[in-house]
């Protein structure tokens, strides 16, 4: 068989990322691919539609040895495939290459077939996919919710955050949330449905602004943060409080993490904190699907996105999420279907 060589243009992290990761970190390469299946093999040869932006890519960049392609979330069409669960046509998501063209096992990149085109593809870096499953699990499974207890949840604009308050609101919770701009916490209150927001980086007192919106004491702490708002938060807490740890992103570039101070809180008021990872979670995905395609069919889900045109864009997308530039769920446009 004919090889079919093509240029795969691709994104490749050029060192060791120390501190803020900048886009010089990265650099723009054409390389060639052979699209082929090799006889007896079970790769899938994948076109590359939508990349996915999130913050756990930093912690990638680290420790590097040598170059190489990022790797990241992205919602893909199979163009040839070895794997018979997988046919030429089929969309999918799971982790693919910052690159025009990847070539995969589904096993290492944890494919999933796309079945339900009605709703924008790009939902597959997001609400449909690992974020979503994430704001999904630590919501319902993490924090034991229920009806009419307070919510506070930080980075709350964001791709899972925007999720979590809406799922809080759904159940009849209070709900605040902390985002970095004026135009995020307008979004917050006006699109998402949150009681309350507020602007953190206007705050000089943590503590004090969120007793100002939890006069009673916060029942739920969803985290993305970390760092001082943890603290903050850990005053604040109601006995029997429940934190679900999902990140800490003030944290990821600091050489040195912050120390939290208030961690005496948990014991005075019996807080349960709880760190999850959503991998270990994926065999709730149809679950969540079901629930979540007829809401957002519906609109009694909505979800904001951030598009960057180009993967030769893709390397400012991702550096904006430490500065707060994205707004909603930051994703890469790569092509066309
Ligand atoms: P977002 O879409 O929320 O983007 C990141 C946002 O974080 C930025 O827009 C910015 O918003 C905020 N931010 C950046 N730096 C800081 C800082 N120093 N202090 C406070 N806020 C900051 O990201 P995701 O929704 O994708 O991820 C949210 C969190 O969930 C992250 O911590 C991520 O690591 C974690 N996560 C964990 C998973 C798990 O399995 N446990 C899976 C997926 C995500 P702003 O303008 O409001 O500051």
Request: with cysteine; net charge negative; glycine share 12%.
């Given at each position: 068989m004919a090889e079919e060589v093509m240029n795969n243009k691709q994104i490749i992290l050029k060192h060791y990322v120390e501190g803020y990761p900048k886009e010089s970190d990265m650099e723009f390469k054409n390389n060639n691919v052979k699209l082929n299946v090799p006889e007896g093999s079970n790769v899938v040869v994948?076109?590359?539609?939508?990349?996915?932006?999130d913050p756990y890519m930093r912690s990638r960049m680290s420790k590097l040895e040598g170059s190489y392609p990022i790797t990241g979330c992205g919602v893909a069409k199979v163009l040839k495939s070895g794997d018979s669960n997988f046919q030429?046509?089929?969309?999918?998501?799971?982790?693919?290459?910052?690159?025009e063209y990847s070539i995969v096992t589904a096993t290492q990149s944890a494919l999933f077939k796309i079945h339900d085109k009605n709703v924008p593809l790009s939902y597959y870096t997001g609400i449909l996919g690992m974020p979503g499953m994430t704001a999904y699990v630590g919501f319902y499974e993490i924090c034991s919710p229920k009806k009419g207890e307070t919510v506070f949840v930080s980075?709350?604009?964001?791709?899972?955050?925007?999720?979590?308050?809406?799922?809080?609101?759904?159940?009849?919770?209070?709900?605040?949330?902390?985002?970095?701009?004026k135009?995020?916490?307008?979004?917050?209150?006006?699109?998402?449905?949150?009681?309350?927001a507020f602007n953190y980086k206007e705050e000089k007192d943590l503590v004090a602004a969120l007793k100002r919106y939890?006069?009673?004491?916060?029942?739920?702490?969803f985290e993305n943060v970390g760092g001082k708002m943890l603290d903050a938060v850990l005053v604040n807490m109601k006995l029997h409080g429940r934190i679900a740890v999902c990140g800490m992103i003030s944290q990821y570039n600091l050489e040195k993490t912050e120390g939290v101070h208030n961690l005496f809180c948990l014991i005075t008021k019996r807080i349960r904190m709880e760190g999850f990872l959503?991998?270990?979670?994926?065999?709730?995905?149809?679950?969540?699907?079901?629930?979540?395609?007829?809401?957002?069919k519906g609109g009694s889900v909505v979800y904001v996105e951030d598009i960057a045109e180009g993967l030769e864009n893709a390397p400012k997308a991702l550096v904006g999420l430490f500065y707060g530039h994205n707004v909603g769920k930051q994703v890469v446009k790569v092509s066309r279907e």
């Open positions: 994948l076109k590359n539609l939508y990349l996915s932006c030429e046509g089929d969309l999918v998501w799971g982790m693919t290459g910052w690159e980075a709350a604009s964001g791709a899972v955050g925007q999720l979590v308050g809406q799922f809080a609101k759904m159940l009849g919770c209070y709900v605040v949330g902390s985002a970095g701009t135009e995020k916490v307008d979004l917050l209150k006006n699109k998402f449905g949150f009681d309350e939890f006069p009673n004491g916060i029942d739920i702490y959503v991998s270990d979670h994926y065999h709730l995905y149809p679950k969540y699907l079901e629930m979540i395609i007829p809401q957002i």
